[in-house]
């Protein structure tokens, strides 16, 4: 059963969101995770990272509709399932995500409670930018972290402007994670049993994009932090080459990982 949910979720997966209710979904999908995000990094980084709360959620919104999509695609495989009643309580689908006399909105219901648990699982599985930074800046010391992330004459906006770039990359490994994930669950059988943690494992694009993301994202700290490193060694054993290599610390740190990132 779970293998034919999968399959048929993989022919689906790519049916359009229906226009006007998965843009208004969408939207205020994002509109919660810039909101949770401006609460967890502050107002002030929040303002580095994005010139308004609109563009937050405009880099967000791609994230959700693939979550709505993939919501779509599950909910086409569940009504399609012959086997849906053994695994949900003797329930039809109708009778299981629909209300009324006839039932007419399961589908519906159906979508809204699948994004819903995919979205808490992508949600639940996002990285704190505030709490990146603050792990860098113990990992490497106060001075070479400032040296790394400042850009005025002292240093002392280090913090802030950590944190902005650590929330801009978070959504960009977002974005990439859900494109990913999307084609995964086109492509594996075994996609709702790897990622899948709830009752009927409709999380599991959720879990799979908040996995992905995380991984990607505690790679790039690591990346700065190796950079960071290396940066140090190499200013400290030759400090007028360091200079007229890299003109800066930032820039030799933003060197080295994009050197790493290519190997």
Do not use: W
Not at 13 to 25: D, E, F, H
Not at 119 to 134: D, F, H, I, L, M
Not at 153 to 162: E, H, L, Y
Not at 190 to 210: E, P
């Amino acid at each position: 059963m779970k293998r034919l949910i999968v399959l048929l979720v993989a022919a689906a997966v790519l049916a359009p969101v229906a226009a006007s209710a998965g843009a208004t979904a969408n939207t205020t999908s994002a509109r919660l995770d810039c909101t949770k995000l401006r609460a967890a990094i502050g107002a002030t980084a929040f303002g580095q990272a994005y010139s308004s709360f609109g563009a937050c959620v405009s880099r967000y919104a791609p994230v959700e509709q693939q979550v709505t999509v993939s919501a779509q695609a599950t909910c086409t495989a569940q009504q399609a399932d012959p086997n849906f009643a053994t695994t949900h309580g003797g329930k039809t689908f109708a009778q299981y995500y629909g209300s009324g006399k006839k039932e007419r909105n399961a589908f519906g219901n159906c979508v809204s409670t699948v994004a819903k648990a995919n979205s808490k699982s992508e949600q639940q599985g996002r990285v704190n930018p505030a709490r990146t930074c603050r792990s860098e800046r113990t990992q490497l010391g106060t001075s070479t972290f400032n040296a790394t992330y400042g850009k005025n004459s002292n240093d002392r906006n280090a913090f802030g402007k950590c944190v902005s770039a650590t929330a801009k990359a978070q959504v960009q490994d977002e974005v990439s994670a859900s494109s990913s994930c999307k084609s995964s669950q086109q492509t594996d059988p075994n996609f709702a049993q790897t990622y899948g943690t709830n009752a009927d494992l409709t999380n599991a694009f959720g879990k799979c994009v908040s996995t992905t993301a995380s991984a990607k994202s505690n790679a790039q700290e690591h990346a700065v932090v190796n950079a960071a490193r290396t940066c140090k060694g190499a200013k400290k054993s030759d400090p007028s080459g360091f200079n007229a290599k890299y003109g800066s610390f930032g820039k030799c740190v933003s060197a080295q990982v994009s050197k790493s990132s290519q190997a």
